[in-house]
């Protein structure tokens, strides 16, 4: 199945996962690392935004004035899934090296098997994992760009909060099934050309991610259930025959 509500389902999948006896050990470090960065990332966001709007407004006539009505709604709505996005980025940079783990505890539990070991040592996983993060963030900025632009655009800006949602649920699909993916060894274009032939299986599954980081307190939680939840998805919808090429 490849429509949304199956990707939005695999979400709650990783919920009941997370607390299979073997899966549980490995969630406690990644919800403490969340908990302390999301409430640090929120703090500054919700900072900056009234001084960025005194800013832009400083620069039109007193009679649009009015228009800080307008675009106040829209910069919280951009901002909130721009820090949703970038929060989730950093604490996958320093949860890389423990979410492949989690992800082969996971996989175990429903295949009964785990991935093969890699060869390499552990210092060299933990590595290849933050340079993983890192190539996620590049193309994060290169698409970002254009996006920031859309929403200081004048007359279409009211489209940005919609863009960057897309924009934000995809980039949450592709983190997380790096994971799954990554344990059979696809590198990051291979797992995004995966994911692009099940787009709407995906973008819900994004969806749902981004949706759920929105729920106070429950974001804590959203990587390790996000992680369960990618590698129920891996094993159902995309098996071992289709990613081995």
Known sequence: MTNPASGF???LRGLRLILKPGVKRYIVIPILINAVLFFLALTYAFNEIGTLTDWIMSYLPEWLSFLQYLLLPIFWLAAIIVVLIVFSMLINII????NPYLAKAVESVLTGSAPPDSLLPAWAEA???IV???KKWLYFIAFAIPLVIL?????INFLAPFAWFLFGAWMYSIEYADYPMGNHGLTFPEIRKRLSQKRFLSLGFGSAVTLATMIPFANFIVMPVAVAGATAMRVEEFPMQHIVE
């Open 132 to 134: 993983g993060e890192i």
């Open 95 to 98: 949860g890389a090296p423990f």
């Open 9 to 11: 389902a695999y979400l």
């Open 127 to 129: 590595k290849n994992a």
């Open 151 to 155: 929403t200081f655009v004048p007359g």
